[in-house]
């Protein structure tokens, strides 16, 4: 894939059938390609650019090595949703101008081989398909939520629609600006412990220069109450912390669920959740601050 | 609403998942994504019913003995919770008991 401007790459990029294009992390994956991605046009689309960051930059829970053949039959292709199942260590993955299979090769490495359509539209979607197909394997899943980094950790909001998930984003002074609607968690890389947290694509991004990198440690997990009197957190565990957590998980393919309900149970055991209750017109960041464990606030 | 008499049986819906944390279950209803909390009675009676099911009979019995309840109230409380999870789709009426 040739990245957009922004991600360190090769001023000319050479020709030919494999060509070794620089590395990129997305979602929690590092990925490297092998494919003639000038002749193709496997630009990287903006809303994906912006969830991108260099290798080294992060940390990644996995590797993914995908050569790439254009295959012209797909440029008509457009169905958008995500289709992958996993048989032992290979999986196919379908979605809209991708087909492509995905073997596991060794502890967190994966081998893939993909036929695209034509354009950048396919090189974003091959991105984030291998990612979900990937981080589910490795314990990850997908999250409605909001977020903001307080001290180099994200704080996520989630809640059902109008629950007021962006408004609270806004609530946060001395914050940066981290998600607004779609995150992917998965437990920390190399054992670490924790969770970290990866912004995923947004039909309409609210991000800019001064927001938080694509990609963070979870420092605590809220669920948005709005009230009128005073801002306050209320720290919840056992089942109300698991309920809270599965209802803004974005379902998959419903073979999923064991599986989702086993990392939910992780994800609550590793970071606090709490209930917030938000006013208009009041900050937040004292009040995250005192409840953060090891806040430096 | 699904008539539930005493000698019905109840299992788990195939299209659940459910987790037990602090004594309690969060039920997903998976086709639907409905989710919900069941109180400790509940639960019980979720987790007897299983995959197999169990006679609502049979739940009357287990709840009346292991609560320390007189069996007319254990009945009414398995009657009221059955109603309340066939409606929701996460338990259904089974053939018979294999538990």
Redesign the interface.
């Known amino acids: 894939l040739r990245a957009e401007p922004g991600i360190s790459v090769p001023e000319e990029l050479p020709r030919g059938v494999d060509l070794a294009a620089p590395g990129l992390v997305f979602g929690g994956v590092s990925f490297e390609f092998l494919g003639d991605a000038r002749r193709h046009d496997w630009s990287i689309p903006p809303n994906v650019l912006e969830c991108v960051e260099s290798p080294g930059a992060t940390p990644s829970v996995a590797h993914v090595l995908c050569s790439l053949h254009h295959d012209a039959s797909l440029d008509a292709d457009a169905d958008p949703h995500v289709c992958w199942q996993w048989c032992e260590g290979g999986a196919t993955v379908r979605t809209s101008g991708v087909r492509c299979t995905l073997r596991n090769v060794g502890a967190g490495r994966y081998a893939a081989s993909a036929r695209l359509a034509r354009g950048p539209e396919a090189a974003g979607a091959i991105v984030r398909a291998l990612s979900h197909t990937i981080l589910h394997r490795e314990g990850g899943f997908a999250l409605h939520a909001s977020g903001v980094e307080l001290d180099g950790r994200a704080v996520l909001f989630i809640g059902p629609g109008g629950a007021g998930k962006s408004t609270a984003t806004l609530h946060v002074p001395g914050a940066r600006f981290f998600a607004d609607d779609q995150v992917v968690l998965y437990p920390a890389p190399e054992g670490r412990g924790g969770f970290w947290v990866s912004l995923m694509p947004a039909r309409v991004s609210r991000r800019d220069g001064a927001s938080a990198s694509a990609t963070l440690p979870v420092a605590g997990i809220l669920r948005v109450d709005r009230g009128t009197a005073r801002v306050g957190i209320r720290t919840v565990e056992g089942p109300e912390a698991f309920f809270l957590v599965r209802e803004s998980v974005r379902h998959g393919s419903p073979g999923e669920e064991e599986a989702v309900l086993d990392r939910v149970a992780h994800l609550i055991h590793e970071v606090p959740v709490g209930v917030v209750t938000t006013v208009l017109g009041e900050a937040l960041t004292a009040t995250l601050s005192g409840w953060l464990p090891g806040s430096r606030r | 609403v699904t008539r539930v008499e005493p000698d019905s049986v109840l299992r788990q819906a195939e299209?659940t998942?459910?987790?037990v944390?602090?004594g309690?279950?969060?039920v997903?209803v998976?086709?639907r994504?409905h989710?919900h909390?069941l109180n400790r009675v509940g639960t019980r009676i979720w987790e007897l019913c299983g995959e197999n099911g169990r006679s609502v009979g049979e739940l009357a019995d287990a709840l009346a003995r292991e609560f320390e309840v007189d069996r007319a109230t254990a009945l009414a409380d398995v009657l009221r919770f059955a109603e309340e999870l066939l409606e929701v789709r996460a338990l259904e009426l089974g053939k018979g008991a294999g538990a």
Request: proline fraction near 0%; glycine fraction near 0%.
């Open positions: 299209r998942a459910s987790r944390l602090d309690r279950a969060v997903v998976i086709d994504q989710l909390t």
